[in-house]
């Protein structure tokens, strides 16, 4: 062994992360940064889109749809998870303090009017619709005028902005000794204490798809 083969292999029990990293070295990972992150088309959308947005709202770009929904019942539905796990949406249009998604956006090229990619642009819709996401379709051109974008998204973020969709708020419903279901999900809820803060210790039912569905009720209203 080399000294400083012997150096190293000291260092890694005191740095372990010196290890991975020399073990990575080696073998040499076929990885390269793309040059083409955003097509021109792509950017200089972006360009438009992010002059017109305010710090309210932060552009994401390439999302892939099964990070921005979730399926319900996941264990009976395994097959509507693949048919978004391989899918993106161009932008999504989310508010900056929450992150919570508002808009999705799709430039339509060429590409568009494939048989194939419409079936695709067909179940891009109808998965936001189901999921109750606005859903802009841009056609792709060598310039964007800013107002005609600006005309188009400023209704849909401001009715987003000032009607959110009623989620997490606990709903009264009436008095009932079963276990509520998730309105979102239909699937039965689950009980829950909270961990922290004033509020700790008391009962209330969680979605059991808790964090990607965070709607709760309160137990008073299910016992009382
Ligand atoms: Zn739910």
Not at 41 to 62: H, M, N, P
Not at 180 to 199: F, N, S, Y
Not at 202 to 215: A, E, H
């Amino acid at each position: 062994m080399a000294v400083s083969d012997k150096k190293s292999g000291c260092l890694s029990i005191f740095f372990p992360f010196l290890k991975f990293f020399q073990k990575e070295e080696t073998q040499a990972l076929p990885y390269r940064l793309r040059d083409d992150f955003l097509s021109p088309a792509e950017f200089s959308f972006y360009k438009v889109l992010s002059s017109l947005l305010g710090g309210r709202w932060t552009i994401q770009s390439k999302v892939r749809l099964a990070d921005v929904f979730f399926v319900a019942r996941p264990n009976e539905n395994i097959a509507f998870f693949n048919r978004i796990a391989q899918k993106h949406l161009d932008f999504l249009v989310c508010h900056t303090t929450s992150m919570k998604p508002a808009l999705g956006i799709e430039l339509d090229d060429s590409s568009h009017r494939r048989s194939n990619r419409q079936e695709r642009d067909e179940f891009v819709e109808n998965v936001c619709k189901a999921a109750g996401l606005p859903l802009l379709r841009v056609p792709v051109q060598r310039e964007y005028n800013s107002r005609e974008i600006a005309a188009q998204i400023a209704p849909i973020l401001k009715a987003n902005f000032e009607n959110p969709a009623p989620q997490s708020q606990p709903t009264v419903e009436k008095p009932t000794n079963s276990v509520p279901v998730c309105p979102k999900c239909d699937i039965p809820m689950v009980l829950r204490a909270v961990a922290q803060g004033e509020h700790k210790g008391k009962q209330f039912y969680g979605c059991s798809n808790y964090p990607q569905c965070r709607v709760m009720k309160p137990v008073k209203a299910q016992i009382a």
